[in-house]
């Protein structure tokens, strides 16, 4: 595909846009925006050519495109060695909007009312076992009470039953290694690669835990208030169930991106709130009195700050498109830059601030704030994870104290497609002031 036909963007080597991609993502979208402004073109290693678009205008436009015209399923074809060609991130026009429909309801609605006992009491079970009064990596604790969670929503076991522990660990190390190169770049997937071929091992062995536990729970006929069983349950349009394979899938991919995601994103609030003494103070002021609009515009902040995911499910293009009176070829990829979008000073006054107030008086924008992405591909489990963040974040300041673990600020590590802080969110727990006492009237 010629340059000319794409915006302008770096002219160097696709390895070395690729090493600054992996390794410093976020310093690197913003020299590239420095350079080339709004819209730019980054080449990777084996991968179509990534054009980054960072005016909420041209979001719109391409979260409102025809289905046909940009894939996302396509777009997003990296995570296919980890979720399966069935899952829900992959899929693209009919056979997406068929999956979402199944899988919609376990995430809304009662069924998310249910899920906040499990939240509160896996939250609280966690905070009360973490130590004081010396630095910790808050990353790790994290991604455990989160993937406590969602193996608990999707399954419906208690903690202690046996057949989590296996997959509690072959979960952890599959996203261990998808956070280096040497497992997840297309181009180093071959089977003379020591990574790659560990990783595959652990898939197999975590296909093997999965599909032995839908089998269990088809052979008993039990029904559980779980995903699982609302999944077994599930019918096409055709009225057949969901596959097997489609059934592994789509678990997957809820106990991948419904954990590291959020468990990352905590570890932001983590790294972020002892820095911000003013904003700390307020919030456990406001979680005390048990207001919550505080707490709320905190987790909205952090997701501005911080979003995990910086690119918005990127599309590719199947049909040549205008998007924001630019024309994009078939076969490149479109990519809604999140982290640029919230970093813009003509959105966001000084962007650079860590401001929850910015959400107390205005709701988030549907094309200025995107760290769940947009249009009918929006994250299904968006107000999961808002709950989820609340409730984790509650059951923290209410324990316990926080004071930074190191000095400065955390700068960011890639973790797959993801971002956290490199140091793991290193912080001092510390013992609780208590809540003043109330005020006799």
């Not at 994103?265 to 207001?291: M, N, Q, S, Y």
């Not at 830059?337 to 549907?366: C, K, M, Q, S, W």
């Not at 140091?423 to 005020?439: D, E, F, I, K, Y």
């Amino acid at each position: 595909m010629s340059s000319a036909t794409l915006p302008p963007g770096s002219r160097l080597p696709a390895t070395l846009q690729t090493l600054g991609w992996w390794t410093r993502p976020l310093a690197y979208f913003e020299r590239c925006r420095a350079q080339y402004g709004k819209r730019f073109t980054m080449r990777l290693l084996q991968t179509p050519p990534f054009v980054h678009l960072s005016d909420p205008a041209d979001a719109r436009e391409v979260f409102q495109a025809d289905p046909t015209v940009l894939h996302p399923g396509e777009g997003a074809r990296i995570l296919e060695p980890v979720v399966g060609r069935h899952s829900l991130i992959l899929l693209d026009e009919k056979p997406h909007l068929e999956q979402r429909r199944l899988l919609l309801p376990a995430f809304h609605g009662e069924r998310m009312q249910r899920l906040e006992s499990v939240m509160r009491e896996v939250a609280e079970q966690e905070a009360a076992s973490w130590r004081r009064d010396e630095p910790t990596a808050l990353h790790p604790r994290l991604q455990a009470l989160t993937l406590e969670i969602i193996l608990r929503a999707v399954f419906g076991l208690e903690a202690d039953d046996a057949r989590l522990d296996p997959l509690r660990t072959n979960l952890t190390r599959i996203l261990e290694l998808g956070a280096r190169p040497g497992a997840m770049l297309p181009a180093v997937q071959k089977s003379w690669n020591p990574e790659f071929r560990e990783f595959d091992a652990v898939r197999s062995e975590c296909d093997r835990l999965i599909f032995s536990l839908i089998e269990d729970r088809r052979r008993s006929g039990e029904e559980r208030d779980d995903v699982l069983s609302m999944l077994l349950s599930a019918r096409h349009e055709d009225d057949t169930p969901m596959s097997g394979q489609e059934l592994r899938d789509e678990l997957l991919t809820l106990l991948v991106a419904g954990h590291e995601t959020t468990a990352s994103e905590l570890a932001w609030a983590f790294e972020r709130l002892p820095r911000e003494t003013a904003v700390l103070k307020r919030l456990v002021a406001a979680i005390d009195r048990g207001d919550d609009a505080y707490l709320v515009a905190t987790v909205q902040e952090v997701l501005r700050r911080r979003p995990v995911l910086p690119n918005a499910e990127p599309r590719l293009v199947m049909e040549e498109i205008e998007v924001g009176g630019w024309r994009y070829p078939i076969g490149c990829v479109l990519a809604v830059n999140a982290y640029l979008v919230h970093h813009d000073a003509t959105i966001y006054p000084d962007p650079y601030a860590f401001r929850p107030e910015r959400f107390l008086d205005e709701a988030p924008g549907t094309y200025t704030w995107l760290p769940f992405g947009g249009g009918r591909r929006r994250c299904i489990g968006a107000s999961f994870a808002m709950l989820e963040m609340q409730i984790v974040l509650r059951a923290v300041l209410e324990r316990h104290g926080i004071e930074a673990g190191v000095a400065g600020p955390e700068l960011t590590r890639r973790r797959s497609i993801t971002v956290s802080p490199r140091l793991g969110a290193r912080t001092v727990l510390t013992a609780r002031t208590p809540a003043p006492a109330p005020v006799a009237a």
